[in-house]
């Protein structure tokens, strides 16, 4: 274990070297490099601020400067909780340059998740916004430093409430020891099956690596303008987004959200040329295109992800927005594929992609582990040059998560086309997607199980058109059956994030069981869908 993390085996390091598909270069350095070689093109949009390379580094010259003389240091880690605004790029890129690894939490995520995650990492500061639409983040950091006695600071971006304000950290450069390559440079949020979710460790090689991957698949280059609606904190958003147009030298716009209201506005005025969306919202960007009087002519292509986009409405994509369709998929834990943009129609619609690097290595097996026959539905596994070899601090749950030749489980179902296409035909593991989020239905239940009115209680996704699955509580009350609001209630008290929260409550006299007595969500879903 290196910094809580299983590092890759000596032969499989070398020979991503040898192939360059490890450079050597840690991110704040590659940032430095962009900046000479970009100078004056923009980097960043968001806010009716501008940046260009050169301000993006020198901002973040000294914000790191800064943060250091707040005490951060070389090897703490720092959770980081901030919406989609220009201070999430420079903090990000201030505490790559220091070395100090940050933990990229949700904007939604709440109390127990943020407080998880500074106390299992240790982590010596908390970076949030001063709220999140009515949610005051202020508060949420007192209970969580009540909670964790080491969290030794709170800086807020906005107004500090008694805490540290971002603002202060703000000082003239000073040298600074880079990390190494090698090193442990950010813990991304993985989808998690169980509990809050496991933390993947990406070092400043493997995720470099996955972003020029990405750059070279889509393609981007310099005349890349990418917009950001979702939330950056997400890997795709993270690495598609932000580091895939910085390694181009391309323009990312962040957008405070997706709806057509304020999206096709800065689609026009800011000609942006890719977008990434999940099915729902490209379901609503074909609805209003028709009726919209914004040019969005400078489209080129619309990434989709995050879910699968079903066959029908993803052949409505290309007439009703006049550009490409890429299906896409991707995993914090690192493997990411694109749909190229001169693969067949058909290819385009059906298919999520191909892996982005001739590097990634994927086998589809069955339950005992064995190939399937090619085009046959098995597991797919994946290993390379940006996947992980284990979670964060995590043994246990990595024996079963990877195999013992260091290939990932990613408990996704799918078949493989002739040319390498992957389709995927849905999920090994219990979890619920609902909208790109993925819900723990472990999590949810566990916490439902403390209310006085649930007996027993068994959460599932049940399908829906806008959202590919909603959450539904199948309770077995204690008395009179609880309400949807009051058990939303509850949750939100408890600090659950808002996208974990039930959509729909079910009484039932009791749960159905399989054979061997354990509660089934099949049959359930069989119930209720019947």
């Known amino acids: 274990m290196t910094e809580g993390r299983v590092p890759w085996s000596k032969e499989f390091a070398d020979r991503y070297r040898e192939e360059g598909l490890w450079q050597g270069v840690p991110l704040g350095d590659l940032l430095r490099g962009w900046a000479e070689r970009y100078g004056d093109r923009t980097a960043l949009v968001a806010g009716g601020r501008r940046w260009s390379y050169r301000e993006l580094d020198r901002r973040v010259d000294r914000l790191a400067a800064g943060l250091h003389r707040l005490g951060i240091a070389a090897g703490d880690r720092v959770v980081v909780q901030l919406p989609n605004r220009p201070s999430f790029v420079a903090v990000v890129f201030a505490l790559l340059r220091l070395g100090a690894p940050p933990v990229i939490a949700m904007p939604a995520h709440r109390f127990a998740e943020i407080a998880h995650f500074c106390s299992f990492t240790g982590a010596a500061a908390y970076i949030t916004a001063e709220r999140d639409g009515s949610f005051d983040n202020r508060e949420l950091a007192r209970e969580v430093q009540a909670e964790v006695p080491g969290l030794r600071r709170v800086i807020v971006d906005g107004d500090p409430g008694g805490f540290t304000a971002l603002s202060e950290a703000d000082a003239d450069p000073v040298p600074l020891p880079s990390p190494a390559a ?29 972003g020029r991957a990405m750059a070279e ?35 990312l716009v962040l957008a405070p959200g997706l709806d057509p209201e304020s999206a096709f506005p800065l689609v026009e005025a800011e000609r942006v040329t890719d977008v990434g969306l999940v099915p729902s919202m490209a379901a609503l960007w074909v609805e209003e295109a028709e009726w919209t009087g914004h040019d969005l002519s400078s489209l080129r292509r619309v990434a989709v992800g995050g879910a699968k986009l079903g066959e029908e409405a993803a052949k409505a994509v290309e007439p009703a927005l006049g550009c490409r369709l890429q299906q896409m998929f991707g995993m914090a834990e690192g493997l990411i594929g694109f749909v190229r943009d001169d693969d067949p129609d058909e290819l385009r619609t ?37 996947t992980v070899r ?115 409550v079910e009484a039932v006299d009791e749960l159905p069981r399989t054979a061997l007595g354990k509660p089934s969500r099949k049959l359930m879903l069989q119930r209720l869908l019947g």
């Not at 090193?183 to 996955?210: E, Q, Y």
């Open 390 to 504: 284990g979670y964060y601090r995590s043994p246990g749950h990595d024996a079963v998560a990877f195999t013992p030749d260091g290939f990932y489980r990613t408990g996704d179902l799918v078949r493989i086309l002739p040319g390498g296409h992957v389709v995927f035909e849905g999920r090994v593991k219990e979890q619920i997607n609902r909208g790109g989020e993925k819900v723990a239905a472990e999590e949810v239940q566990g916490h439902l199980l403390a209310h006085p009115d649930v007996r027993d209680v068994l959460v599932v996704g049940v399908p829906d058109d806008v959202l590919g699955e909603r959450v539904c509580a199948c309770v077995v009350p204690e008395g009179e059956p609880p309400s949807l609001a009051g058990l939303r209630d509850f949750l939100t008290r408890l600090g659950l994030a808002a996208y974990k929260l039930p959509d729909r």
């Open 182 to 210: 090698e090193d442990l440079a950010l813990l991304l949020l993985s989808g998690g099956t169980t509990g809050v979710p496991k933390l993947v460790p990406r070092t400043h090689d493997d995720w470099a690596c996955s």
């Open 350 to 386: 059906v298919s999520q992609g191909r892996p982005a690097s001739p590097a990634d290595e994927v086998r589809v097996v069955d339950e005992a582990d064995r190939e399937v026959a090619p085009g046959e539905v098995g597991e797919l596994l994946a290993r390379g040059p940006y």
């Open 217 to 251: 698949a889509i393609p981007f280059g310099a005349g890349t303008v990418t917009m950001v609606g979702l939330p950056i904190a997400h890997n795709w958003t993270m690495t598609h987004g932000m580091l895939a147009a910085f390694i181009a030298g391309g323009t």
